[in-house]
């Protein structure tokens, strides 16, 4: 059995849905280098566990487990600030949102939009803190539009099936308390 199959597996069996390996959709957001890709394809099953929808590893990475989109910055920003606001940031470069200027421009011009991804992130580091684990919102896109997730990381090599499944056990029950957190705010 391939890791990918083991990790279907087990994935299924703690969440009690249906993932699948599949090949990554041409122009999806995954990392370079992607080992394989695991993903819940059954919408019955997704509505039932949106915390968890996608598992990948990186090549000679990490795995993954990403719940489904919990947003994007033109809808945040429309909410907030209405469509013409929305459609001028389009104009925004995300792929510099770990710079602290780009941040601090993102802030005095959206403070709302930066207020939700700073709580986000509260969240995902309170219930990592607690639960041992590795959570984070991630992102994906650059230029106008910016997709946020929420994310566990496992630093596993090979693991055997009973570490496998005490860790991803672990990671979904953390990923389950903070997706129900963050849909709570």
């Given at each position: 059995?391939?890791?990918?199959?083991?990790?279907?597996?087990?994935?299924?069996?703690?969440?009690?849905?249906?993932?699948?390996?599949?090949?990554?959709?041409?122009?999806?957001?995954?990392?370079?280098g992607l080992e394989w890709l695991v993903r819940c394809r059954s919408?019955?099953?997704?509505?039932?566990?949106?915390?968890?929808?996608?598992?990948?590893?990186?090549?000679?990475?990490?795995?993954?487990?990403?719940?489904?989109?919990?947003?994007?910055?033109?809808?945040?920003?429309?909410?907030?600030?209405?469509?013409?606001?929305?459609?001028?940031?389009?104009?925004?470069?995300?792929?510099?949102?770990?710079?602290?200027?780009?941040?601090?421009?993102?802030?005095?011009?959206?403070?709302?939009?930066?207020?939700?991804?700073?709580?986000?992130?509260?969240?995902?580091?309170?219930?990592?803190?607690?639960?041992?684990?590795?959570?984070?919102?991630?992102?994906?896109?650059?230029?106008?539009?910016?997709?946020?997730?929420?994310?566990?990381?496992?630093?596993?090599?090979?693991?055997?099936?009973?570490?496998?499944?005490?860790?991803?056990?672990?990671?979904?029950?953390?990923?389950?308390?903070?997706?129900?957190?963050?849909?709570?705010?």
């Amino acid at each position: 059995m391939t890791e990918a199959e083991l990790v279907r597996e087990v994935v299924s069996g703690v969440t009690g849905a249906k993932f699948e390996v599949v090949s990554p959709p041409p122009g999806f957001p995954f990392p370079k280098g992607l080992e394989w890709l695991v993903r819940c394809r059954s919408l019955p099953d997704i509505k039932k566990v949106p915390y968890l929808n996608t598992v990948w590893r990186e090549a000679d990475g990490p795995v993954w487990l990403e719940s489904l989109v919990l947003g994007d910055s033109v809808d945040w920003i429309g909410l907030a600030y209405g469509p013409e606001m929305a459609d001028e940031s389009l104009n925004l470069d995300y792929a510099r949102m770990d710079d602290a200027a780009f941040k601090a421009e993102l802030g005095k011009r959206f403070p709302l939009v930066l207020e939700r991804l700073e709580r986000y992130s509260g969240i995902a580091a309170r219930v990592s803190a607690k639960t041992k684990t590795h959570l984070e919102i991630r992102r994906a896109g650059s230029g106008g539009m910016i997709v946020f997730t929420l994310a566990a990381r496992m630093n596993v090599t090979r693991p055997s099936r009973a570490s496998l499944l005490r860790r991803v056990r672990g990671n979904v029950g953390a990923l389950r308390v903070a997706y129900s957190e963050i849909l709570e705010l």
